[in-house]
Every structure is written in C-alpha cells, then in structure tokens.
C-alpha cells in the first residue's frame, strides 16, 4: 500500500490538475474499483471508460495494482477513492496523454460509485447524525424523489448562477438599515422552509458550537450574553461585516464533510441551505446619495458578492450554520481572550470582551490582534463599529446596559412610563400613533422584556399598565393575548 507521505505529495501534485484531467481520473478510478483489482481487469475496464484501448492504461493498471490495491482476496473500501485519483492524476504517462488537445482522452462510459458516510472528528463521535451515504439515501430521508431533490438543491446550477425567477425558491427584499445602507433579507418558500426546518433539527441543532457562541442557540439569550460582561473595567465591542453573506458555500461545504458526510450528500445539503442571489435581485438595491463615484463603485462590488453561494439571511438554517462555521474563530478568540485574562463572547456578529484593566492602550492593543485573527479566519471586521467603553462611560451589550448590574437605557425606560402613564390619563387610543392592531398585547410585550432584564422597573411599570382602561378602548371589552 502507498505510505501516507507519498499519499500526501500525489495529492499536492494533483491540485494542479485541470477540470477535464479529474473529470477522466475520476472515471478511470471508479472503474478500476468497480471490481477485481488485477491489471488485465482494472485495464478492461478503464478501456470501456475511454471507448477504446490506449497503451499508457498497461502501465496505469499495473501502477494502481501495486501502490493502490487492496491484498489478495480483499476488495476495494470505497474511502480509497480520493486515493487512487490522487495516484491517477500524479501518473505522468496520463497528464501526457493531455498535451494535445485534439487527442486528450474523455470519458464515454461510468461506473457507478457511492462513497460511505465518514467518522467525525473524536469530540463529536458520539453525535447521532441520521446516516446519508448517498443521494438517494437523502431524497428518501427528505421524503422526496432525487429528480424534486436536484431541484431544490439547485444542483444543475451550483457554480452558474440562476437567471430565471420563477426557479427562485426564496422571497427576497431589501431592507434600509437605520444607520445606512441596506440589507437583503432572503426567507425560503414554504416547502424549501420545510426542508431546512428538518436539516436544523435533525442535524445542525445536535452539533455543539462554541461555549462563547450566545446568539441562536438554544438556552442562551442576549441576557445571558450580557451577564459575561457586567462590571468590567474596560469593555471592547467589536462587528462583523456582512456576516451571513461572508460565510462561502464551500465553507458549508467543509462544516458537513467534517460531519462525515460524503462529497455528494454534502453538497446536495449546502445547496439547500445556501442560495446564489439571481443577478436581477441586484438591480433592485436601494439607490442613495453617494459622496463619491468611489463610494459608489464599492457599493456596487458590495452587492455583487451576493451572487456567489452563501448563507442567506432569513432562512432558518443560517444562524446554526454560521455559529459552527465560526467555531475556529471563536477557538481563537476565546484563546486571546485568555491570555489576556479577558473575557469573550459573541451574539451572531457582535464580539465582546471584557477586560479587568482599564488600559486604554493595552486595550487598543488587544482590537489590533483580534481584528488580525479575525481576517485570518476569512471574516472582515468593520472598523466603523469598533468601540472601546471604559467603565466611566456607559456600557452596552445589544441594547443592555453592563456597567454594575444588568439594565435597560434609562431612556427606554422613561419613554415605556410616559406612555403607560398618558394611556391611564388620556386612553390608549391617544398613544397608539403608529395604528398597532392590538396595542396592549405590544406593550405587554415590551413590559415583559423590562421584567426579564429589571423585574423591580418591570413592576412599577406593570402597575402602571394595570391602572389603564383598556376596556374602554376595545367595544368587545377584551384585550387579546392578556393575562387579566
């Protein structure tokens, strides 16, 4: 058997070969596993591949005889697959037989070939993964035919971009955001939504991600994200750029091969839990004032990305995606971290840490070295959202204030009493300027998060929301969806 260090220098040489050069490699290996591993039978039948015999298969098949096969009496184990094309690829009569192109071998005939499901990593050995060796074995799991499956995996089109809308399986909309700029949301259609709801819960949802990962998981909220950080003497916020869009389809490709999954059911499964955006989606971003034709030229590039496979923002899948494919940014972060005896944490695209020393240049030193890992790690950082909060100046985590103990703004709070209090003096109606079907039901649930985050606020303004009248602002002398 071939040792592994040659293994690894066959596979070095053989990540330069051409598209058509591991088209054919492919085929000729799959036919001389696809039986007896003898040279006189691997020879016939890699001739049946190409349609004709050629004189460089003779010393080919003896190759794979002696560095690939398995001992006598044994058969083929489908994981020396990559293998023998490695050993196909690196055979200098084949890459010869490619010089001239109007000679180059192609392929006129296939043997079929299923690769097994693989073993994950050892701290994930234990992880009860439904088992999808193949695609078949993923239409019936889905529930589906392979033909309905090609479709919504959009598998003819994984490296061409859809051009026709109706073959769009997602609703899309541009949303502005409220400090520039916009953001594309894109929400699968209900039967895509069915499928990606099953992916999450049958085999994202049992992956564990990173203890510092606090956004979209189950049993950690953005209270408990806060509570990491509360009382620290410097605190250091930083955001990532296009998170959701950043995440590459060949990433989500990588996350379930890791899981074991063969090359085939990993990227059927990438291409229904990513999406290429169609180039018409392009023309319909929100036009603003640029204040430079460059500024102009960088938000076009921007929308452009979009057109390339990634998670989309909006479907169910993408936030457990993403928390496990940044599991190798939040290994190094936390390590910082660490070292610097700080503390980390990370809500979707939002890093904190939480540093017992108030340096302000030791702290500036610590953002240089984790915006550094984090361009390593293939994620942008966005230097405009990058702030340094000392403990004199007021802390804040998605919305929460940290600086001795868990709040809310002062200022969302006196906004919430003056409401409820000209509710009680004037009616609800008088309040209810943006016209909210059900009024109390919206700010019951505004009380509730006052409760959850300040239960001693969240009372004295539950009194409050208690002494209003609310049954003389509905003629049924109800209001939906409150506990009376």
């Known amino acids: 058997m071939i040792s592994q260090a040659a293994m690894d220098e066959l596979s070095d040489r053989s990540s330069y070969a051409s598209a058509a050069q591991r088209r054919v490699a492919t085929a000729l290996a799959r036919a001389c ?3 007896e591993a003898s040279p006189p039978a691997m020879r016939a039948r890699a001739e049946r591949v190409l349609g004709h015999p050629t004189p460089w298969l003779v010393p080919l098949a003896l190759h794979l005889h002696f560095e690939c096969a398995p001992p006598a009496g044994e058969v083929w184990h489908p994981r020396q697959h990559d293998q023998v094309v490695a050993a196909i690829l690196a055979f200098p009569a084949f890459l010869a037989a490619f010089e001239q192109p109007e000679g180059a071998p192609g392929v006129r005939a296939y043997y079929p070939f299923h690769q097994p499901m693989g073993h994950p990593p050892e701290p994930l050995a234990g ?16 529930e589906m035919t392979p033909s309905l499956l090609d479709w919504y995996a959009d598998a003819a089109a994984w490296s061409v971009r859809s051009r026709v809308e109706k073959r769009d399986h997602y609703h899309s909309r541009w949303v502005a955001k409220a400090a520039g700029g916009a953001r594309l949301i894109e929400a699968p259609k209900e039967n895509l939504r069915f499928i990606q709801r099953r992916i999450l819960r049958e085999i994202l949802n049992r992956v564990p991600v990173h203890e510092a990962a606090q956004g979209c998981v189950r049993g ?11 009382g620290s003497a410097l605190l250091l916020k930083l955001d990532l750029r296009d998170f959701f869009v950043g995440i590459s389809g060949a990433r989500v490709h990588a996350l379930f091969r890791t899981l074991g999954y063969p090359r085939e059911t990993a990227r059927y499964l990438t291409g229904l839990t990513t999406r290429c955006s169609p180039a018409w989606l392009l023309r319909q971003v929100p036009q603003e004032a640029y204040p430079s034709p460059e ?28 928390n496990l494919c940044a599991y190798r940014l939040d290994l190094r972060l936390a390590g910082a ?32 070295m984790v915006q550094e890992i984090i361009l390593e790690e ?3 950082p966005n230097w405009r959202k ?3 909060a000392p403990a004199c100046a007021s802390q804040r985590i998605t919305g929460l204030v940290v600086n001795e103990r868990l709040n809310l703004p002062r200022t969302e709070y006196d906004r919430l009493k003056a409401i409820l209090t000209n509710c009680r003096r004037h009616g609800p109606a008088s309040q209810n300027h943006r016209g909210v079907p059900d009024f109390g039901a919206h700010l019951q649930g505004r009380l509730s998060w006052f409760r959850q985050v300040n239960p001693e606020r969240g009372a004295r303004l539950q009194a409050l929301f208690d002494a209003v009248p609310w049954e003389h602002d509905r003629p049924d002398d109800s209001v939906p969806g409150l506990a009376r």
């Open 33 to 35: 596993m696809a039986g």
């Open 127 to 142: 992880l009860l993964l439904p088992s999808l060796a193949t695609i078949g074995d993923l239409a019936d799991w889905l």
């Open 220 to 230: 950690r909220s953005v209270v408990d994200n806060a509570r990491r950080h509360l």
């Open 295 to 322: 500024e102009r030229c960088r938000r076009r590039d921007w929308a452009r990305q979009f057109m390339g496979r990634h998670l989309p923002q909006g479907a169910p899948t993408s936030p457990a995606l993403a």
């Open 337 to 368: 971290a660490r070292e610097c005896q700080a503390g980390y944490s990370r809500y979707v695209d939002d890093l904190v840490f939480s540093c017992a020393d108030g340096d302000l240049a030791r702290g500036r030193r610590i953002v240089s």
């Open 378 to 380: 293939g994620f942008s």
């Open 386 to 388: 990058t702030r340094l």
